[in-house]
Nanobody, 125 residues
């Protein structure tokens, strides 16, 4: 079991930056691949980015590639999502998720067994 708590969301102007954090508790953090997803009002949950348990592999959605960076600190049991050049269409609730297959870097939400409660990101134009 792992518990996930996101933080770092907020209101930012277009072109600004935010860094989201997801703190995990439970089993050894490096045993989990981690993903970030987002859900805008009236839309389905959307994959953003994923990282392997070691941090050696990442996979970005095209919508954020070049504007975002995922990283993890296994000593701190935390994964980060740095988002730059934010756009109004980035407005959503952002969720982190954990998969107990540490080498599996996947965009499919059904592959993640653990989810946080989400943090709101609002980008104003």
């Amino acid at each position: 079991q792992v518990q996930l708590v996101e933080s770092g969301g907020g209101l930012v102007q277009a072109g600004g930056s935010l860094r989201l954090s997801c703190a995990a508790s439970g089993r050894t953090f490096s045993s989990y691949a981690m993903g970030w997803f987002r859900q805008a009002p009236g839309k389905e949950r959307e994959f953003v980015v994923a990282i392997s348990g070691s941090g050696g592999s990442t996979y970005y959605a095209d919508s954020v590639k070049g504007r975002s960076a995922i990283s993890r600190d296994n000593a701190k049991n935390t994964v980060y999502l740095q988002m730059n050049s934010l756009k109004p269409e980035d407005t959503a609730v952002y969720y982190c998720a954990a998969s107990d297959r540490p080498a599996l870097v996947t965009p499919y939400p059904e592959r993640y067994g653990y989810w946080g409660q989400g943090t709101q990101v609002t980008v104003s134009s």
